[in-house]
């Protein structure tokens, strides 16, 4: 039964204006996340949950009534199919629900169900009811289940389950603020509910009693609950019944699916309009087909990188413009010195060359976000189960795989969803190989400088069919790898791949632009302090040297500069000067140390250093070399597609950025480990220095010999 303290606490916050508590506990695919939108809309924050690497995300929404206001603070918990937890997103889920000294804790608890899937949803539904905490069910994408012929009786389904019903449709909003009207309802809520099942029937009413009263959480089946989860950090064991925990989730769930069966006959009508030729079972005919599903697949991909080279083309060149115009003007404005050296050629000359790049990264995310937000993600799980299988993985891999194209930190932290620890190893293990968007700068520079503006094959851009096979490169290269694993790896457990297809539907236009909005806005954050500090140091590096060197180099050259009076002549003298102060650099005596062992892969000094800088991350190449040959360009006056494309070899006179070192640059970055974010994800999950060691040695050799390779063949 529900506690009347706890009422009366929630009561005492809403009589006093203090912020509510409201967590969304649902089934992964069940709309929890479009919900938390629509309730809170901008005014949200992303983290992660204290001690683990699980995704966090808040909000805030406020409700003005009777002249008051009320705050609530939302929080969208981790999916979870029952309280029995598998995996750590849902063991995060659990603790957040149990445990009151937890800052999350909440005060509601928001039961989100997809009333197209209701009763299979309502397990968790019954158990979160049965927690007698103050709660509420809300029907979510109500509008599937009326297309496909499922009738709810609202009404009727309050009074059975004894809690608020909401029905709504998050997506468009509809019914939101009926459903905010009714969390409100909870200040003036003094309603008892009658457990769901009877726990008599599992256990003797004793022992559920003396559990109950040393646990003491808001109801007997929380405290039953709690005390399986947590006995090993309790001080009295005499209470642990052994034979009865080892059989209580499976006598909890007969039990409910029981009732359950009662409730959807009483509450859930089917008509006739409820066939198996619905929309989302056609379409699955051909998407998960295994040949044409796969081709899809392929295709998709196709089109997303040929609609990043097109659609991005313009944004890129009118943000490129206004660096060009912001650096001129600053030059024009401030006077020469050190300040306005380190704002022009380092900070601004580092950040320029990422910025360029947001119209690329908010595609690709918004791409991955409609693939997610319209079921298709789900669906390549699916048809690629087969193949992954055979690798030593399963379907479940393929999410933080394809989750991999746009950041390998939080794919990597996704795998905690699998189960089996030699198929979770694995993915971690690969997940880095798939192309990620900090690659994403890296190769439209590069391809960019190797093929013509407007080339083409066919009606096809160049640009994308590389940048596609780059990242068919990356996925293919993955599963190699985890076919290799497979048999170095050894373990008994077994792999299962359960996963709930979801219905087809539009994309969210909202959630989409939230979800571009948010990721580069992480992307710009986290990347611009690693480029502000690499900058700075950068700047340094290159604009000092040991000793008197750069006096020596200005005392050589300033005669002849002075006495010239032929401007293009004096031009080609600064530029000289300014060349021999970078090789003579802290920076160019570093690249000159390395250049050696890069040789081989057609790299000179100034890609040594980039290659040495990026290590931190990868997008960082672009603002180093920005950075490199900012130093020797006094005015700024060129891009820095145009400035590494003019660059010379001094000792032969042609190109340094030919076809075989474009190429093989490109191969390094696709394989090489640049990510040191990535690095201490892989060692927080695995809990040990030897798995992410093993990983940046293994790619780092992948993508020198790979490398080596493709400048022998190419050049």
């Known amino acids: ?40 809309g901008l005014k949200q924050r992303t983290g992660n949950y204290p001690g683990v690497t699980v995704d966090k995300k808040t909000g805030v929404y406020k409700y003005e009534y009777k002249k008051k206001v009320q ?50 949803h309502l397990l968790l539904a019954t158990q979160l009811i049965d927690l007698g905490r103050p709660c509420m069910l809300v029907l979510n994408m109500i509008d599937a289940a009326m297309a496909n012929g499922i009738l709810i009786d609202t009404d009727k389904l309050e009074e059975t389950l004894g809690i608020p019903v909401v029905s709504c449709n998050a997506r468009n909003e509809e019914g939101i603020d009926k459903l905010k009207k009714r969390i409100l309802g909870f200040s003036n809520d003094n309603k008892v509910q009658s457990p769901i099942v009877n726990l008599n029937l599992i256990a003797n009413n004793d022992y559920i009693e003396s559990v109950h009263q040393f646990v003491k959480q808001s109801s007997p089946y929380a405290s039953l609950l709690k005390h399986k989860q947590y006995t090993h950090r309790q001080e009295n064991l005499k209470l642990f019944n052994v034979k009865f925990f080892e059989g209580f989730e499976s006598r909890d769930m007969l039990f409910r699916f029981e009732k359950i069966k009662k409730i959807t006959l009483e509450c859930v009508a089917y008509s006739a309009a409820r066939s198996d030729l619905r929309r989302t079972d056609k379409l699955d ?97 699916f048809i690629m189960d087969k193949l992954m299988r055979k690798v030593g993985l399963n379907g479940r891999s393929v999410i933080p795989l394809i989750g991999g194209m746009a950041c390998a930190v939080p794919s990597i932290m996704g795998t905690r969803t699998i189960a089996n620890r030699k198929e979770r190893l694995i993915t971690i293990l690969i997940t880095p190989l798939m192309s990620c968007s900090a690659r994403l700068p890296v190769y439209t520079l590069l391809i960019a400088i190797m093929i013509p503006a407007g080339a083409s094959v066919g009606s096809f851009n160049l640009k994308g069919l590389i940048l596609t096979g780059l990242y068919l490169m990356g996925i293919v290269s993955a599963v190699l790898v985890a076919a290799v694993l497979k048999y170095i790896l050894k373990t008994k457990e077994k792999s299962y791949f359960m996963m709930e297809l979801p219905v087809y539907r539009l994309p969210q236009a909202k959630t989409v632009g939230l979800t571009m909005l948010t990721k580069v806005k992480v992307f710009l954050v986290d990347a611009g302090k690693i480029i502000m500090v690499i900058s700075i140091v950068l700047w340094f590096m290159t604009s000092s040297g040991p000793g008197d060197t750069f006096k020596n180099i200005d005392t050589k050259y300033a005669p002849a500069i002075s006495a010239s009076t032929n401007d293009s002549l004096k031009n ?37 250093i980039s290659l040495i800088s990026s290590f931190a991350a990868r997008e960082v190449f672009v603002g180093t070399m920005a950075t490199l040959y900012g130093s020797t360009d006094s005015k700024n006056t060129t891009t820095i597609r145009e400035k590494m494309m003019s660059e010379k070899d001094p000792e032969t006179g042609k190109p340094i950025y030919t076809a075989a070192v474009c190429l093989s640059l490109l191969v390094f970055y696709a394989f090489a480990m640049q990510c040191m974010s990535t690095f201490a994800v892989v060692k927080r999950e695995t809990l040990s220095w030897k798995w992410p060691i093993i990983q940046f040695v293994y790619m780092g050799v992948l993508a020198y010999v790979a490398s080596f390779i493709c400048y022998a063949i190419a050049s």
């Open 572 to 608: 080609e003298m600064v530029v000289a000067r300014d060349a021999e102060k970078l090789q003579s650099s802290y920076a160019g005596k570093l690249g000159k140390a390395i250049e050696p062992a890069i040789k081989p892969l057609g790299f000179d000094w100034k890609i040594g």
């Open 285 to 381: 005919r051909i998407i998960t087909h295994p040949v044409l599903g796969f081709l899809i697949f392929i295709g998709i991909l196709f089109v997303i990188f040929q609609s990043i080279f097109y659609l991005a083309e313009y944004p890129m060149q009118w943000i490129e413009s206004g660096f060009g115009l912001l650096t001129q003007k600053l030059n024009e404005a401030l006077p020469t010195g050190f300040m306005s050296d380190l704002l022009v050629n380092g900070i601004l000359a580092g950040l320029g060359g990422i910025v360029i790049f947001i119209p690329q990264i908010a595609l690709l995310f918004g791409f991955i976000s409609v693939l997610e937000d319209s079921g298709y993600m789900a669906r390549v799980s």
């Open 71 to 120: 705050w609530f603070r939302v929080i969208d918990l981790p999916g979870t199919y029952s309280l029995f937890p598998k995996s750590l997103d849902e063991e995060v889920a659990f603790n957040v629900l149990m445990d009151e000294s937890n800052m999350d804790y909440p005060d509601i608890i928001l039961i989100v169900i997809d009333a197209s899937n209701i009763k299979r």
């Open 1 to 40: 039964m529900q506690t009347a303290g706890l009422f009366s606490s929630l009561q005492k916050k809403f009589s006093e204006g203090e912020q509510v508590r409201v967590a969304l506990a649902g089934n992964p695919n069940c709309g929890k996340s479009t919900l938390f939108n629509a309730l809170t």
